[in-house]
């Protein structure tokens, strides 16, 4: 009876201890792996921990991991298939794991908030929005058993975030998510996770993943570039051997009207036979040539993107980029044969590729003075935007409302971003473009709205700031209307909340 005894002890305590969340070097290195695109590096480790230790809750998670991103970045809709067979099967291995830990429902939620990310990317809204669900009832719950376990708090902040930012459109998502977003709120969680991050030994290995994270909130929901700066200046500090983060100073480097260090930074990033191919940085590079005029390259770096890049996103907008450097080069029959191109492939999932076709399909008259500047501003080059806009004669292009619109705009924002002027004259300027008729709804209108809120906000003047954000949201059916639709957005859940 004693050995009996024993023996049920035994076999017991190795049940426990097997199934557990055990992060162990293993499980460290391997994440560490996926951090870095290692993922077959990764996968290595985790099959050996496999053989000693299958029940690891970490094992499912960095496996998922490595779909997620692999799916995130690469949008292979074939391995899209082949891996969401896989969701479930962790998550039912996760909920046989130690159910007293504070990894148990974290683990679960972390799956389905990665899922939620995938479903968004092929469209499927609805189940996405059963995703982020699933997700935050589980970290609600988690937080009330462990108020003090400091990876939820990066959870929850980026659901509170994303969901704080859905534009008006998409309200029936939050009627069935459930979910309040609270940014401001959302932004204060991550920011503690990064400071335990960098202060805290235990959490170092999540500085990757959160500055990841919030390099790309602050870029898609905020307007602070002295954000930006910092979040870029960290990120040069320790991590551009990370092509994850490469992506991310490329982006944060762009947004603070730094071109030069964007190419330096893309320049210089590590080529590896490990690290999983991230061939938007190869578009990423190749416009940030096209903002310094410098064609040839960007023309080599786009073709590179569309030969090597197997989703469908940036693929219309690589074509037209490609028109319009043809175009700028006087060579109209390579113009028309890649405006064919953009109407034959890709899809009109995002804002670059939408306005790609739609210029292609209405014919829209092109003036090349106008187009140089527009690239040298996007590029951050405000000073010789000016420069060259001062050069154009203004009844060279006054027969034209399209044209006419685009120049006084390009002025207001590039005076805008130059702090050349008062806040009071970037209004007046901004004010003059709302003067003139938008006959094609084009952008410009609901954009110097919105920028004009972004100046009523910056001096204070938080009632005009969402007066003008609410008539950003009023209007319909222009180009790139969901990104600044979500910039309206979030400038009014920053103020109210």
């Given amino acids: ?219 898609n929901m905020k307007n602070d570039k002295k954000s930006c700066s910092l979040l870029l200046e960290k990120i040069e500090n320790c991590c551009l051997n990370n092509n994850l983060l490469v992506f991310c100073a490329a982006r944060l480097s762009n947004k603070i009207g730094d071109n030069d260090k964007t190419i330096q930074i893309l320049e210089n990033r590590v080529i590896s036979d490990t690290q999983y191919n991230f061939y938007y940085l190869d578009y990423l590079y190749a416009m940030s040539k096209l903002y310094k005029l410098e064609y040839n390259n960007a023309n080599d770096y786009l073709l590179r993107f569309i030969e090597f890049f197997k989703g469908k996103n940036y693929i219309k907008s690589a074509y037209h980029k490609l028109s319009l450097i043809a175009l700028l080069k006087d060579n109209i029959e390579e113009k028309k044969y890649y405006e064919k191109m953009v109407l034959n492939n890709g899809e009109r999932l995002i804002d670059e590729d939408r306005q790609a076709e739609d210029d292609v399909k209405n014919k829209i008259l092109v003036n090349t003075n106008l187009l140089k500047s527009r690239l040298l501003f996007d590029g951050g080059y405000y000073k010789e935007t000016l420069d060259y806009l001062s050069n154009i004669n203004i009844n060279d292009i006054n027969h034209h409302q399209e044209f006419i619109l685009e120049y006084y705009y390009r002025i207001s924002r590039s005076n805008q971003e130059l702090s050349a002027s008062t806040t009071i004259k970037v209004i007046d300027l901004f004010s003059k473009v709302l003067s003139i008729d938008n006959p094609s709804n084009l952008y410009y209108h609901p954009m110097s709205t919105l920028q004009i809120g972004l100046e009523y906000e910056k001096s204070g003047d938080n009632d005009k700031a969402i007066k003008f954000f609410k008539k950003t949201l009023s209007y319909k059916d222009f180009n790139y209307e969901n990104g600044i639709k979500k910039s309206a957005k979030a400038g009014i859940n920053r103020i109210l909340y």
């Fill in 1 to 219: 009876m004693k050995n009996l005894i024993l023996l049920i002890v035994f076999v017991s305590s190795v049940k426990f201890c097997f199934a557990e969340f055990d992060m162990n070097n293993n499980m460290r290195q391997a994440y560490i792996h996926i951090m870095h695109l290692d993922f077959s590096l990764a996968q290595q480790i985790l099959d050996r921990e496999k053989i000693s230790n299958n029940d690891n809750g970490f094992v499912f998670l960095n496996e998922n991991y490595i779909d997620f991103l692999t799916i995130l970045i690469g949008e292979d809709e074939s391995y899209y298939k082949e891996a969401k067979q896989k969701k479930n099967q962790r998550l039912n291995a996760l909920r046989k794991n130690n159910q007293r830990s504070p990894y148990y429902l974290y683990t679960q939620a972390e799956v389905y908030i990665q899922w939620a990310f995938i479903r968004i990317k092929f469209k499927e809204y609805f189940l996405a929005a059963y995703e982020l669900q699933k997700a935050y009832r589980l970290l609600e719950k988690n937080d009330q058993l462990y108020p003090d376990f400091v990876l939820n708090k990066k959870s929850l902040g980026l659901l509170h975030i994303l969901i704080g930012s859905i534009p008006e459109s998409y309200n029936w998502i939050l009627n069935i998510v459930g979910i309040e977003g609270e940014i401001n709120k959302g932004f204060n969680e991550l920011y503690a996770v990064l400071d335990y991050s960098e202060n805290l030994e235990e959490y170092y290995i999540y500085n990757s993943e959160v500055l990841f994270l919030l390099s790309f909130l602050e870029m």
